[in-house]
């Protein structure tokens, strides 16, 4: 369930007997101008009754729900800490290590921390770090609660739309692309640009400014992240690069900015791309709604181990 800047979205999604995954519920509900911003919930009960009629539209009776930070709210790091050591002494270092970055006191904020994938060493290990302000999560978690539901999982709204877009590269008739594929997430709070190599994040921007940027401006950002890719000693072409956000339609621009890099371009519907060929229980929303469901997409991924 994903609370947008200007609606909310929901999105269920179950396995058949040949383990294909498919859409079983779908749906959104507008929110009023002045309810969210930039991240804040200003109007509480407002957005609350918005919620329940959500979930009453879905006919749902799943109560268990990830929910999703906005990506102008997390900030995310990877951290070299010596090791190996124990789970207490893991966090002790973590904590240090975020107090000297930061200048406002880690009381303020929620923290969460993992190791990242690959070969152990003896003398360091990378832990990676999110942190997001803990006011704007209670605020999330208490809004989940007022409707009747029980938010189990918190995740990033970038880190939510790159599963639903690696979701997608799964799909495509090329499954295993030997390039790589940019997810460009055009949102209310800014833009972000993440770099996807055999369906992995293997880079990820700042937020950019709030309000579209120009085809210009977003050539030199994809340029620059695949500059960025090469110096690291992944070097490969551009592939595709797919675009989502809150704007309710494509982008005039779309085609041509596929044109200007020399790669396909194009709009990513995770809605369109699950009910191919396949009936859906519930009703799904109108096309100008799809667009906003990538975050709500890659939340309900959490259900599935092996795709997150």
């Known amino acids: 369930m994903d609370i947008g800047a200007d609606s909310l979205h929901w999105v269920e999604l179950a396995r058949d007997g040949r383990s294909r995954l498919g859409l079983e519920r779908c749906a959104a509900e507008p929110l009023a101008p002045g309810c969210i911003v930039q991240g804040q919930i200003e109007r509480f009960e407002d957005v609350s009754a918005a919620l329940k009629r959500l979930v009453l539209a879905t006919g749902s009776k799943h109560r268990r729900v990830a929910l999703a930070m906005p990506a102008s709210a997390v900030q995310t790091h990877v951290l070299t800490l010596p090791g190996p050591c124990s789970p207490g002494e893991l966090e002790q270092e973590v904590r240090q290590a975020m107090a000297l970055d930061r200048d406002s006191p880690l009381a303020a904020l929620a923290i969460d921390y993992g190791h990242v994938p690959g070969p152990g060493g003896t003398r360091g290990q990378q832990v990676w770090t999110a ?61 972000s640009l993440q770099l996807l190599l055999r369906h992995k994040v293997v880079y990820q921007s700042e937020v950019l400014p709030p309000g579209l940027p120009t085809v210009f401006e977003l050539e030199r950002h994809l340029e620059a992240g695949m500059a960025s890719l090469a110096q690291g000693e992944l070097a490969a072409r551009l592939e595709l690069i797919l675009l989502t956000g809150d704007t309710p339609e494509e982008p005039s621009w779309c085609e041509s900015l596929g044109l200007q890099l020399g790669c396909d371009c194009q709009w990513a519907d995770p809605v369109k791309s699950l009910v191919q060929g396949q009936q859906v229980s519930s009703f799904a929303p109108a096309p100008l709604a799809c667009a906003g469901l990538m975050t709500a997409c890659g939340l309900a991924l959490r259900r599935f181990k092996d795709l997150c």
């Open 131 to 191: 942190a997001t302000p803990l006011d704007m999560l209670q605020d999330r978690l208490g809004l989940a609660e007022s409707a009747g539901l029980l938010p189990t999982v918190v995740d990033g709204q970038a880190q939510a739309c790159a599963r639903a877009a690696a979701l997608l590269l799964r799909l495509r008739p090329q499954k295993n692309p030997s390039g790589v594929s940019a997810l460009v997430q055009l949102m209310l709070e800014g833009t």
